[in-house]
């Protein structure tokens, strides 16, 4: 992401932005509330259009591409809000998000493909600790079980690049544990970009911290370097909840 700036009339939602996360990465994006971190988000996905700059996914530009056109290129996100089929179950749901992905890829006979989204989504629930709720609706799961579904769904179409917008927020402790837990076991050709408010999450997970204020990028730099800077921590480390 070179330069980005996004404007809703005289109001900067992100002033000159600029960020290269190298592949493989585990960044967080870090900030007060209103500080632009899910309009950057919607920049790099393609919901919303900069007033100026570029974003770039493996050295591609795609800043004019839709999203389904940059779903296409390996990227995958998760929203503060859930997106699964309430009426459909814990299985159904991840099968369809498996079937998505191998229909683009796979040429082979539907009872063959059939018995390999049965198997993916076996190790995927496996995976998530949600094998016990396979014939549950979706819409039946506890908030903490459909976020590690929405996780793994995102995770279903083998991406290179994963946000998560929030993914920790109603969690109680233990369900943020085992949320830590299946994100530190993600493939390390994946690079994940990580909103999240809650810092014992961010210190446990990134490797680097990028910091907005404003719409500014204000730092950015390793935990250590976060945690010791004086201007995050009047703006957002020191400010209490």
Do not use: C
Request: net charge positive.
């Amino acid at each position: 992401m070179a330069a980005v700036t996004v404007r809703f009339g005289a109001v900067a939602a992100l002033q000159n932005v600029s960020l290269e996360i190298p592949s493989g990465e585990r960044r967080a994006l870090i900030g007060p509330n209103g500080a632009g971190k899910t309009t950057l988000f919607d920049v790099i996905t393609g919901a919303r259009r900069p007033t100026s700059g570029r974003v770039l996914l493996a050295d591609a530009d795609v800043t004019r591409l839709s999203t389904s056109r940059r779903a296409r290129l390996g990227l995958a996100r998760t929203f503060q809000r859930s997106a699964l089929f309430p009426k459909l179950t814990t299985a159904e749901n991840l099968a369809l998000a498996v079937r998505a992905r191998m229909r683009t890829g796979w040429r082979i006979w539907p009872s063959r493909l059939e018995r390999a989204v049965a198997a993916e989504v076996s190790t995927r629930l496996d995976a998530a600790g949600l094998s016990a709720l396979a014939p549950r609706r979706a819409g039946t799961l506890a908030h903490g079980e459909q976020r590690a579904l929405e996780i793994e769904l995102a995770l279903a179409s083998q991406p290179r690049l994963l946000l998560l917008d929030e993914p920790m927020a109603g969690l109680s402790g233990e369900e943020r544990q085992a949320a830590v837990a299946r994100l530190r076991t993600l493939p390390e050709q994946v690079t994940l970009v990580l909103v999240e408010h809650d810092l014992d999450v961010v210190f446990a997970v990134a490797q680097r911290i990028s910091v907005l204020d404003h719409g500014v990028l204000i730092a950015d730099g390793t935990p250590g370097e976060i945690r010791a800077d004086d201007r995050v921590q009047e703006v957002y480390l020191g400010r209490a909840d």
